[in-house]
């Protein structure tokens, strides 16, 4: 796994990060090398914001692999925001080369259920440093955020709504994913609200989809919120039902069935680090 960062401070004994990691580097499991790099070709401070578009069903063969409406990778201070997508079988992708980028008031719907549509996802996260904001998704498609491989933290998915389905880590292996605040009525079993699954109970994948990831306060009939060795899974303020698969313990629950202060962990968090100027910039 790479983890993007930037070396702010350095002596003889610690290196200071510009940002937290997400996981555990412990040299008793695998070996952890600091490599310096250059990107030539990742641009910065662009963006996508509003437009409207429309998708056809017609001519899009499952054969034919995703084609998202928009994806963003080897960017970094990038952004999409007040974008409205209709029936595409594909929305968002970010690739595993972007960072910090911040998808706000992005909706998605679905007027009816594309042919083929089967692996289609409405937003597919990699990259690390990403936060979707107030983005939604309506009528039924297939997952509307999923994450995959090379999906490092922090992610955030805040104030997320999705009348079908939810967010799943569905490849290996996404660290630091927060959900905060969603609101997913449609959540099963088959599809719950939150899914931080071991994929290997469900015939996939042998290796975990997440870990060191953290449900918040989010509202779905189901929740799938699994324990991963050697790391862990919250679901903290959360309303919904725990469902579990293939006899694997389920992560730790708190709270179950109430709401939690404070009502957003990411907007706290912000506001401590930042100043409330932070949160107010954004629209909260």
Avoid at 74 to 98: F, H, K, N, T, Y
Avoid at 129 to 143: A, N
Avoid at 165 to 190: C, M, N, Y
Wanted: proline residues 8%; aromatic residues 6%.
């Amino acid at each position: 796994m790479r983890t993007d960062r930037v070396v702010e401070y350095a002596d003889s004994e610690s290196v200071t990060l510009d940002a937290p990691l997400s996981d555990v580097l412990d040299a008793r499991v695998a070996a952890a090398s600091l490599v310096r790099y250059s990107f030539p070709g990742r641009i910065s401070e662009s963006g996508v914001e509003g437009l409207r578009i429309t998708a056809s069903f017609a001519g899009v063969p499952a054969a034919a692999g995703p084609v998202p409406v928009l994806r963003m990778d080897a960017v970094e201070d990038g952004w999409a925001r007040d974008l409205e997508i209709q029936d595409s079988q594909d929305g968002i992708a970010i690739g595993p080369s972007a960072k910090r980028l911040t998808l706000t008031n992005v909706r998605i719907t679905h007027t009816a259920t594309a042919e083929g549509s089967a692996a289609a996802v409405d937003f597919s996260l990699q990259g690390t440093q990403v936060l979707l904001d107030r983005c939604s998704v309506k009528g039924e498609g297939t997952w509307p955020v999923v994450t995959e491989t090379e999906a490092i933290g922090p992610l955030v998915v805040l104030n997320f709504a999705a009348d079908h389905g939810g967010i799943a880590s569905h490849q290996p292996w996404t660290t630091g994913l927060l959900v905060d605040g969603g609101k997913f009525p449609g959540g099963t079993e088959r599809k719950p609200g939150v899914a931080f699954p071991n994929p290997a109970t469900a015939g996939k994948s042998p290796e975990w989809g997440a870990g060191w990831s953290v449900a918040w306060n989010v509202n779905s009939p189901c929740l799938l919120v699994q324990q991963p060795p050697g790391a862990i899974n919250w679901c903290i303020g959360c309303t919904g039902t725990p469902v579990s698969t293939g006899g694997t313990p389920n992560g730790i629950f708190d709270s179950p069935g109430k709401a939690v202060e404070p009502a957003s962990l990411y907007l706290h968090q912000l506001r401590d680090r930042l100043g409330p100027d932070a949160v107010r910039n954004i629209g909260y």
